[in-house]
């Protein structure tokens, strides 16, 4: 995401949602956002969380840098890459992203890069402790992750999959034996 100081400056911001407990594990505002920043934060979110299976993002220049690619190899972490124009594909970031646009950067004036990182550290707060999400029971992010444990959850996303549900049931039709049984009462 990006936005613009008062004085015209611009900056970026870094975000990384949790898909699974919806948390948002960072926010990162800087005049310029390289690989190599991108991937200091990642080590620093893997240190105080543990390694995720995959990341998946966007095909923007700081994640498709060399130093993320290293950076893939080094820390054994699979990256996913969504089409180009298809945000629907990392739709939790989206989901994150949409009301941070709406409710913080396009409401705020920020006067300095250090009002926006205290602005978006205010926001990343109150997302994770006070703003309970319907995919997560009602629980705020924070109270989800407090509730399981990933190591032993074997269905994160949704206790029923991610797959829609079948319409009707199939029914199960028995064999036919010979037998008994297997005569048709006609009265």
Not at 146 to 168: E, H, K, M
Request: hydrophobic fraction near 35%; charge should be neutral.
């Amino acid at each position: 995401m990006s936005d613009q100081l008062t004085d015209g400056r611009r900056f970026r911001v870094l975000t990384v949602v949790d898909d699974c407990t919806r948390e948002c594990l960072t926010l990162v505002a800087d005049t310029s956002l390289s690989g190599l920043r991108v991937a200091r934060e990642l080590d620093r979110i893997i240190d105080e969380r543990g390694k995720p299976r995959m990341i998946v993002s966007d095909n923007g220049s700081e994640f498709t840098s060399n130093a993320i690619l290293q950076w893939t190899d080094r820390a054994k972490v699979d990256w996913h890459y969504i089409a180009p124009g298809k945000p629907i594909q990392n739709a939790f970031i989206e989901s994150f992203s949409g009301p941070l646009r709406d409710e913080l950067l396009n409401e705020t004036l920020f006067s300095s890069l250090t009002h926006a990182r205290s602005a978006l550290s205010n926001r990343r707060s109150d997302y994770n402790d006070h703003r309970p999400h319907s995919g997560l029971g009602w629980l705020t992010p924070a109270e989800f992750a407090q509730s399981i444990n990933p190591r032993c959850d074997v269905v994160l996303r949704s206790r029923n999959g991610s797959a829609p549900q079948p319409a009707a049931t199939p029914q199960i039709q028995q064999p036919k034996t010979a037998g008994a049984n297997s005569k048709l009462d006609k009265t």
